[in-house]
Nanobody
Framework: VQLQASGGGLVQAGGSLRLSCVAS????????MGWNRQAPGKERELVAT???????NYADSVKARFTISRDNAKNTVYLQMNSLKPEDTAVYYC?????????????????WGQGTLVTVSS
């Protein structure tokens, strides 16, 4: 199983970016998907999560500015980021709780993507 994130880049403060993350491989089902970020010199923090049913959760710092969504048919999670601020500058990582089937036996694991850099200039 692999998660491939894309969509990062350089944007001015107040601008927007849309991140995408596609899961591929021997996937039986995908449960919670999410985005985390790590700014230089800081610990990784949760940004947003979304369940398979569409329930969402956001960090207080991004509420009303970021929107997480997913396309279950495409095994893809998105993060629409609006009104970006310099403090949103970070490497953004997607992750997902994925069930795989091997010889008829399910296995649940949390997988991480490689990260995509978002830089917001002031």
């Amino acid at each position: 199983v692999q998660l491939q994130a894309s969509g990062g880049g350089l944007v001015q403060a107040g601008g927007s970016l849309r991140l995408s993350c596609v899961a591929s491989g021997n996937i039986f089902s995908i449960n919670v998907m999410g985005w985390n970020r790590q700014a230089p010199g800081k610990e990784r923090e949760l940004v947003a999560t979304i369940t398979s049913g569409g329930s969402t959760n956001y960090a207080d710092s991004v509420k009303a500015r970021f929107t997480i969504s997913r396309d279950n048919a495409k095994n893809t999670v998105y993060l629409q980021m609006n009104s970006l601020k310099p403090e949103d500058t970070a490497v953004y990582y997607c992750n997902a709780d994925i069930t795989t089937m091997t010889w008829g036996k399910p296995s649940d694991r949390n997988y991480w993507g490689q990260g995509t850099l978002v830089t917001v200039s002031s």
